[in-house]
């Protein structure tokens, strides 16, 4: 030990603790890899409960092959877990109570404390997210891939579920950055392939997905992670359903807004990765100007496209989906400014923007499980187009059979059933007739074939009996006749 840290060492010792602790950081700064002032410093900035992040680093990097400063060592370290571990319970304790204030200090202290020990990161992050004091669908991805879950949220997507709480509730938002923090630091620590590793990746997915943020990092993530699990396979089915939504979004808006190009432009893109959704082939039907023989042509094949057996997307094919629909930007007709086509107004001048509906917005089927009934009724409006209201109203039937019950009673469905009869034939419309009214008419007719037979044989009857007589004069006539 040199006297200059021997005299810093004495001032620690005394009253004079702050001018020895700026000492010694200015002696660290000529003199970095001694190991006797780094070893002091953090002894006591550990008593002080100061420069968390130092006290890390060093005890995470420091050696010695000397005994006395090796035991030092070896005892700061054990002190050191213990206290991180009680920043972790001390975090935890905040957020049971009311009043208990933010736990983000406890949580970041204990992984600078700790910046290599993956469980420490982990256990912070999952705190979070069951910050009622419940559990959390997040518990799930630590069980066994053979056991049965015993509730609904380990087969279903849920943002947030908490047990018995009657509200499942979701992390506050300025506590989002710290998960993402303590999650990226697991995966940075954790090697692929080993369960810590995977959960980390899944739990951050998972709330990169709660959390709106959807980008082709979250696609690389999930790829790392191989095959699906039956523990998180809802969570990889979510990741796809935002991307094909994503995807197909991002069409429908330039579609609205009066740009086919680029619609057209992602619509091929996803022609050539394979990807035809009902959803995606009713915006390429859509596109075409209505009455048109391109677009009748183009709602028959896509109604013999839907009807095709869909194998599930991959994630290498959704990548370049993803990053095409996230990097084609619309001119706002205002100030020129570059939003997102799904704005429907601009967020830097406020200007409404132009749209234009399509069938999904016309007839109200904007549900994605309505995708092939609007296929249908698109074509019934491109058979109507071409004079054929047989054929339109036979597919408007297809529609109906695909929809609740209480659509076809809706306006604008209605009227189109109403506009396509009067134009039908009357022979082909009692062949448009419903099988239920279609026998209704038949019993009717046989019931009054019945009624007019009887009627002719007994008076058959009465002819039979008084030939040449007339009935008398204030005689009512029989009652079979009446």
Not at 280 to 299: K, Y
Not at 334 to 362: K, M, N, W, Y
Request: aromatic content about 6%; charged content about 25%; proline content about 6%.
């Amino acid at each position: 030990m040199s006297n200059a840290l021997a005299d810093i060492r004495a001032k620690l010792d005394g009253e004079t603790r702050d001018e020895a602790l700026s000492l010694l950081n200015q002696y660290l700064l000529d003199h970095p890899d001694d190991t006797e002032a780094r070893l002091t410093k953090a002894e006591t900035s550990f008593q002080a409960k100061i420069d968390y992040e130092f006290i890390g680093f060093t005890l995470a990097t420091i050696a010695s092959d000397d005994a006395a400063q090796h035991d030092r060592i070896v005892r700061l370290r054990q002190k050191v877990e213990e206290r991180a571990w009680d920043l972790i319970g001390s975090g935890r304790s905040r957020m049971r109570t009311r009043m208990g204030g933010d736990p983000i200090a406890d949580f970041d202290n204990a992984v600078l404390l700790r910046p290599r020990d993956p469980v420490v990161a982990l256990a912070a992050a999952l705190a979070l997210l069951r910050h009622n004091g419940g559990s959390s669908p997040f518990d799930d991805l630590l069980d066994d891939d053979d056991r049965e879950s015993s509730s609904s949220s380990a087969s279903s997507f849920n943002p947030f579920s908490f047990g018995r709480a009657s509200r499942p509730g979701v992390p506050p938002v300025h506590w989002n950055p710290a998960i993402e923090r303590y999650l990226r630091r697991v995966i940075e620590l954790s090697e692929p392939g080993y369960r810590l590793h995977e959960v980390a990746v899944v739990c951050l997915i998972k709330h990169l997905l709660n959390a709106n943020k959807l980008s082709s990092e979250t696609l690389t993530l999930m790829e790392t992670l191989g095959e699906p699990r039956k523990t998180w396979l809802a969570v990889y089915d979510e990741l796809i359903n935002r991307v094909l939504l994503l995807v197909h979004d991002t069409a429908a808006g330039f579609l609205r807004a009066g740009d086919p190009a680029s619609a057209r432009r992602i619509l091929a893109a996803c022609e050539a990765e394979g990807l035809q959704t009902p959803r995606l082939l009713l915006l390429e039907a859509d596109r075409h100007p209505v009455g048109s023989s391109a677009r009748r042509t183009a709602f028959r094949k896509a109604l013999r496209l839907a009807d095709a057996a869909r194998p599930t997307p991959t994630l290498a094919h959704l990548k370049p989906l993803l990053t095409l629909a996230q990097g084609i930007q619309y001119k706002c007709r205002i100030c020129g400014r570059e939003i997102r086509p799904t704005s429907e107004s601009c967020q830097f001048c406020e200007s409404r923007q132009a749209t234009h509906a399509l069938l999904v917005d016309r007839f109200e089927l904007r549900d994605p499980d309505y995708a092939v009934a609007a296929l249908h009724i698109g074509c019934a409006e491109a058979m109507e187009a071409a004079g054929k209201p047989a054929a339109a109203l036979a597919e408007l039937h297809r529609a109906l059979a695909l929809l609740p019950s209480d659509y076809g009673d809706r306006d604008v469905l209605a009227s189109f059933r109403k506009r396509l009869a009067p134009r039908l034939p009357i022979r082909r419309l009692s062949r448009s007739r419903s099988p239920r009214r279609s026998e209704c008419c038949a019993r009717w007719s046989r019931q009054a074939s019945r009624r007019m037979l009887s009627q002719r044989s007994c008076a058959s009857t009465i002819a039979t009996r008084s030939p040449g007589k007339s009935s008398p004069p204030h005689s009512a006539p029989p009652s079979s006749v009446g």
